[in-house]
Every structure is written in C-alpha cells, then in structure tokens.
C-alpha cells in the first residue's frame, strides 16, 4: 500500500514506531492525570492550570527551539527530549506509587513538558525531509497523523483500563517507559545524521537566524496568509469545538456522555480516513483549492452540529469536520517540507507553530464567555459561518488557488 512506503526507510521506520509507542504513552498518561486531579483535588481549575503550565512554555521557547533546530543536531535534540521527559514522568510515577505525588509536582512537570515540546515538535517536523526523499513524504506525514490519531482513540480505553486495574501510578510508569523506547528508536538516526548534509555548517548570530526564518515566511504568501488564518480559526474554530461539545451535548442531546464520546470518536474517525486516503497520492493536484475548500467544509460542519438535528446527522458532520480539517494540516505540512529549504525548516516550523496556537488559549476563554452568554449552538453556528467566511477570503488570494 501506498500509504507505507516511507516505511521501507529504516530511519523513518525506527523514528515513526518509536513515536507511535510515545503517543500511546501520551494517551495513557493523559486520561490517568485527569483521573489523579480529579481524585486529588476535586477542582476543574487545577485540570486548567495543568494545561496552563504545559502550554504557555511552548510559546514562550519555541522560536528558541526553532533556531536550535536547524543550528544543532535534530535527532540528539530529540533524543535528548524523549530521555528528559522519560525521567520526568518515572519519578512522578515513583511519587504516585509512594502516595507523596502533590499538585505542584504535576505542574513543575507540566512545565517541563511544554518547554521540552517548544524543541522536539519543530525538530520532529524539520527531520523527515532529512530522512525520506520527496516522493516519500505524504506517506511519512500520513502515517504520522494516522498514529497520533489511532493511539488518541485507544489509549484512553487502555489507559482508563490500567488506572481501573493497578491505579494511575502504573500508567506513569508505562508513560516514562514509552518514552525511553522512543529515544532509543532514535539512536539509528544519530547515527546517519551526518548524511543530512546539516553538519558542520557555519551559523550566523541566533538573532539572525530567527530573521531569515520570519523572512522566508513573508516572502511566501501561501505561509503567511495560512499562518495567519490559522491563528483566528483557533478563536472561531477550535475553542468552540473543544470546550462547547460537552455543553451541546448537555443543551441538544439529552445530556449522555455516551453521545459525546461518539461525537470525539467520529471525529477521530473522519481523520484517519482522510489520513489513509492522502497517503495514497503520490502527486496530489491542486493543493491550495483543495486544502482550503476543505477548511470551509470544517466550518461549515461545525454549524451543522450546532442545529437541532438527529444523532446520525450531527456524528456524520463531525466524521467529514475533523476529515476535511486533517487533509488541511496533510497538505500544509507536505507543502512546507516542499517550499522551505531544509537548513531553515525548524524556525520555520516553530513560527508555523507559535503563529496558529498563540491565539487558542483567548479561544478557549472567549468561547467559554460566549457559551454562558448565547449558549452553545448558537456559538457553534457563529463559529462556523466565520470560519468557512474567511476561508473563502483567503481562497479569492491567487497565491492560494494556484498552488498546485
């Protein structure tokens, strides 16, 4: 199948499994975290403040990991990454076993993890090109979201079943030990690196490096405009998904939390078929009209489930929601490894990354606001007509229907 070719890659092959395993660790540790707070403190504000601490780090140093991305060794960067963040989670999985875990060990871990996330993302995403030639890279990105999205609809039910079974201790430990065999899936890379033809190279000042990489974003309006958009699709997008679904649910659907994790499940769904069908295509036409038509299909979709229709309907909106949306963010990341040259990829990436998530936080809040305010499906259809609105903006710019 098309979709595995990256795979006959070793160094693709060890870094794609070693990071699959990670994931499923990530899923782990996230629903045995919630449990934990839930029991420890009772209070939705600590859960907030969890994701608080693990979020603002990233903005805060990812134009930093950015340059040392594409400065430094990408692969020791990761491996350096996955080691730190397994011996953070082993020792919050030995406080937990020993009953002296607190909250604030949570949130200096948190911390960390954001900090760590603000190098190893960028890094993650500069490496491919290093290690697949073009023609391989829709596969490698394919296969890459297609983990991420497998390992976030079982892992909960893993996860949930390890906390119920030997507590959440046990689902730290398996965590940290995820981590650890990512790192040493990356020990291959390490040892080709110095084929990436990265090496050896002589740098300008830090400060330097960032200008060429904002530079190389503003010269190509296909990444400024995107970027951009971004940013405000988490404002009308995003936060009313995230945080109105449970309410809507409450408000529309009789208040049954199986319908809301049908609504997630369907959404996870419609991404691992887009996932599936884009790493098929080898030489996909027409990319700019085809990402952003999908961009206002997902605004679209949020306001039919906003409306007061049957439980199939709104599931098969969510399903086509998160695949238009997912064959976006395929699109985007294989134009990107495209158009930017591999020795400027990380800032490139960091500022991709701080540019589309440095609004989400004012979008969660806003879409909180606006949901006690209006109520959920009327934020759910504002939400949307926006979005699918300045889509089709951005889409009357030639640099965007033309891309091909």
Not at 12 to 25: D, E, K, M
Not at 191 to 208: A, V, W
């Amino acid at each position: 199948m098309n979709i595995f070719r990256s795979l006959k890659h070793r160094a693709f092959a060890f870094l794609w499994t070693g990071q699959t395993i990670s994931r499923l660790g990530d899923s782990l540790y996230r629903i045995a975290l919630s449990w934990w707070v839930l029991e420890k403190t009772g209070s939705a504000a600590a859960m907030g403040s969890v994701l608080i601490f693990s979020f603002v780090p990233m903005l805060i140093f990812l134009l930093i990991g950015g340059v040392a991305v594409d400065r430094f060794s990408r692969a020791r960067i990761m491996f350096i990454s996955d080691i730190l963040r397994s011996l953070i989670v082993g020792f919050v999985s030995l406080l937990a076993y020993t009953g002296d875990l607190e909250i604030w060990h949570i949130y200096v871990a948190s911390i960390v993890f954001g900090f760590v996330s603000a190098f190893f993302q960028p890094a993650y995403i500069a490496i491919v090109p290093d290690v697949i030639p073009p023609e391989g890279r829709p596969s490698a990105n394919s296969l890459t979201a297609l983990s991420m999205q497998v390992t976030g609809i079982v892992g909960p039910a893993i996860g949930a079943w390890i906390v119920a079974l030997s507590g959440t201790a046990s689902a730290f430990l398996l965590d940290a030990v995820s981590f650890f065999l990512g790192a040493v899936c990356i020990i291959p890379l390490l040892k080709t690196e110095s084929k990436t033809g990265l090496q050896g190279q002589e740098y300008s000042h830090p400060l330097e490096q960032l200008r060429e990489g904002w530079t190389a974003v503003i010269s190509v309006p296909w990444l400024w405009i995107t970027i951009f958009l971004a940013a405000f699709m988490n404002l009308t997008q995003a936060g009313p998904f995230q945080v109105g679904l449970p309410f809507l649910v409450k408000t529309n659907l009789g208040n049954d939390v199986r319908i809301l994790g049908w609504m997630f499940s369907a959404a996870s769904l419609g991404s691992v078929v887009s996932a599936l069908w884009l790493g098929h295509q080898t030489n996909l036409h027409r990319r700019g009209l085809i990402s952003y038509v999908g961009l206002i299909i997902w605004g679209l979709m949020l306001v039919v489930v906003g409306l007061p229709l049957s439980l199939p309907i709104l599931l098969g909106a969510a399903f086509v929601m998160s695949g238009a949306v997912e064959g976006f963010n395929l699109i985007w990341t294989n134009t990107l490894q495209e158009m930017v040259s591999p020795e400027k990829l990380g800032r490139v990436s960091s500022i991709d990354m701080l540019g589309s998530f440095v609004l989400l936080p004012v979008g969660y809040g806003l879409a909180g606001w606006a949901i006690d305010i209006l109520g959920a499906p009327t934020v759910f259809i504002i939400g949307g007509l926006i979005t699918a609105l300045l889509s089709l903006i951005a889409l009357l710019h030639p640099a965007i229907r033309s891309l091909d």
